[in-house]
């Protein structure tokens, strides 16, 4: 069995019981700008999950793609991706506890065939914001799960919520014991030992989480679920790692071939960074200084630096990439459209980071003049640092070119500036969670409606042809990306803004209606990423002057969304403008 043996598994067994196989959303958000990227299959449901009819029922099933970046430093050892594959499982407001649970134990000892014994699995002890889950934990029981093999944990293990706010709930996770000897008496599955490691979570999401802290009950009692395909796949073939999976192995064999001096940790880091970087480029991210783009620059500088340390040619570059696509788009077919863009924007970004690493080699020198000249024989951890983040010079790096000249390096100074770092970016991507659609604010809404504004505004002004690119929404402002040959003139800006403004004193009604995608093509609505949506779509309409495929949500008349003005208008990459425009309420 392999990883798509798996997938489809999964999705016909869900099939079989009712649910309708949607398609993965794109890595990048669509109607979410303000998460960096999708990591978890729940995410682009999170309006279903609060009550909005779905337009494929009740009972849906899918393999999302994901990328989470809060270990992207952990990337290396033997079990942390950046990119995975999720397959889900979701009710929204039909089954519950009982169903969920006996199509989990089925799914995995009938269809993948694992046997009990080798299952454990945790259910939420309880505390003062929701009860002790004896109900998961007997359904457990009923359908064959030794007693001894049940554990009750608290928040901390058996609590799911996307971020700080949103819809939550008790999980339960189903473990598979790799049959390691247990590391202590108290061995159990939420020890990191590794003899335990969690294949699947099942989350009874009843529960919003508001802003206070305070629980409130959902509209709906929902179920969503999450098994990691790579880590299933793994343990199905009684691998180690995920390296040692189908999914990896023809790179990483390559790079033991042409590696002049091999390292297993940086095999895996090109491997696992290359892999994320084709994905995420082929969903529409490109590399830039800010957000998801600096997520994604950091992903190939990375790779490049370990491609040198393993000693291999960057030449070898675009081989690499043409072979780890011929691995990929068996499960990704989309790639094999995607692939000249894909290599060229890779491409590009490794020759702006050689030019990078040679400014920071000038920039090692000025240093070390300037600390000979101070007569000191250390270079201290704000220059080590700095070099590190400004020129992504690695402090291995300017440790060995120190030495090699008799100087020393503050190294733990290094480490501390580092971990300040560390923690800054993490609180980022935590801020950029929580503002994700989990937390629906009326500022959010309107901004997302004003976006579909200003699509047809451009349009108009600057041509049939100008499609949206992105998008980006904070409460405090939005952020479009188009399609557009030519730095705006101030001429075209008033046009556009003006044609905004009469929109939204016209008053106009946002309405919502579920067709057919075929025929909401017909009818010339706007879309990003066609392909992405299922049969039925929601398309939104804004009067008669706009049209767009959209999960919403949006106001209900654009007389909400108070003045329009553009802030400003600038490149965002080659061919692509962006504008920057706030709504000032009145
Ligand atoms: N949302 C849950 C998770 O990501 C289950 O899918 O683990």
Redesign the pocket.
């Known amino acids: 069995m392999n990883a798509i043996d798996i997938r489809n598994k999964y999705l016909k067994f869900f099939e079989k019981h009712g649910h309708v196989i949607i398609p993965s959303a794109p890595l990048i958000p669509e109607n979410d700008p303000s998460v960096l990227f999708t990591t ?3 995410q682009p449901l999170v309006p279903y999950l609060l009550g909005q009819k779905h337009p494929e029922g009740k009972r849906l099933t899918d393999y999302q793609k994901c990328v989470r970046t809060v270990d992207i430093d952990e990337v290396g050892d033997n079990r942390h991706l950046t990119y995975f594959e ?1 397959l ?1 499982n979701w009710s929204l407001g039909d089954y519950f506890k009982e169903e969920s649970i006996q199509m989990s134990f089925d799914f995995l000892t009938k269809e993948l065939g694992i046997t009990v014994e080798k299952l454990s699995v945790t259910v939420f002890a309880g505390d003062e914001d929701a009860p002790r889950d004896e109900e998961s934990a007997s359904i457990w029981k009923k359908v064959g799960m030794p007693e001894d093999h049940i554990y009750y944990f608290g928040k901390e293990d058996n609590w ?1 919520i ?1 971020g700080e706010v949103g819809p939550c709930g008790p ?1 339960t996770e189903m473990f598979y014991d790799t049959g390691k000897e247990p590391c202590s008496e108290h061995c159990n599955p939420s020890c990191s030992c590794g003899k335990y490691v969690e294949i699947w ?1 099942n ?1 009874f999401m009843e529960y919003y989480k508001e802003k206070d802290g305070t629980y409130s009950k959902l509209k709906q009692r929902n179920v ?3 098994l990691g395909l790579e880590r299933m796949n793994m343990l199905l073939q009684g691998k180690e790692t995920p390296y040692d999976t189908e999914i990896f192995l023809p790179v990483m064999e390559k790079l033991q071939e042409l590696a002049t001096n091999d390292n297993l940790q940086s095999r895996r880091i090109v491997a696992e960074h290359l892999r994320s970087s084709i994905m995420i480029i082929s969903d529409g991210g490109r590399p830039s200084n800010v957000d998801r783009g600096y997520v994604l620059r950091r992903l190939i500088r990375r790779m490049t630096r370990h491609l040198n340390k393993l000693g291999i040619s960057l030449d070898e570059l675009g081989n690499l990439i043409e072979l780890n696509i011929n691995v990929l788009n068996k499960m990704y077919p989309e790639l094999n459209k995607n692939k000249e863009t894909i290599k060229q924007v890779i491409l590009e970004e490794k020759d702006k980071f050689i030019k990078t690493l040679s400014h920071g080699e000038k920039e090692f020198e000025k240093a070390l003049l300037r600390i000979k000249n101070e007569n000191k024989d250390k270079l201290d951890g704000q220059t080590v640092f700095k070099l590190y983040d400004t020129y992504g010079f690695p402090p291995e790096v300017t440790k060995d070119l120190a030495i090699e000249q008799g100087y020393k390096i503050d190294m733990d100074g290094f480490e501390k500036l580092y971990k300040e770092h560390q923690e800054k970016s993490r609180m980022g991507s935590e801020q950029k969670f929580k503002g994700g659609l989990a937390d629906q604010t009326p500022e959010t809404i309107s901004y997302h409606t004003a976006t579909h504004l200003l699509n047809a505004a451009l349009k108009v002004v600057i041509g049939p042809d100008v499609h949206q690119q992105g998008s980006n929404i904070t409460k405090e402002r939005m952020r479009f990306d188009f399609n557009c040959d030519h730095k705006l003139t101030d001429e075209e800006k008033e046009k556009i803004e003006k044609l905004v403004n009469e929109w939204i004193k016209e008053a106009l009604p946002v309405t919502a209606e579920e067709m057919k995608k075929e025929d909401a093509i017909k009818s010339g609505a706007e879309c990003m990423f066609i392909e992405k949506y299922p049969d039925i779509v929601t398309v939104y309409k804004i009067g008669e002057v706009s049209k767009e495929l959209c999960g919403g949500p949006h106001v209900k008349n654009t007389s909400e969304l108070g003045v329009f003005k553009i802030k400003k208008e600038e490149a965002s990459s080659a061919g692509i403008r962006r504008i920057k425009a706030v709504l000032i309420k009145e």
Request: aromatic share 8%; no cysteine.
């Open positions: 978890a299959g729940m999720m889900g799911w996307a999980d979570n989350v969503d679920t999450g």
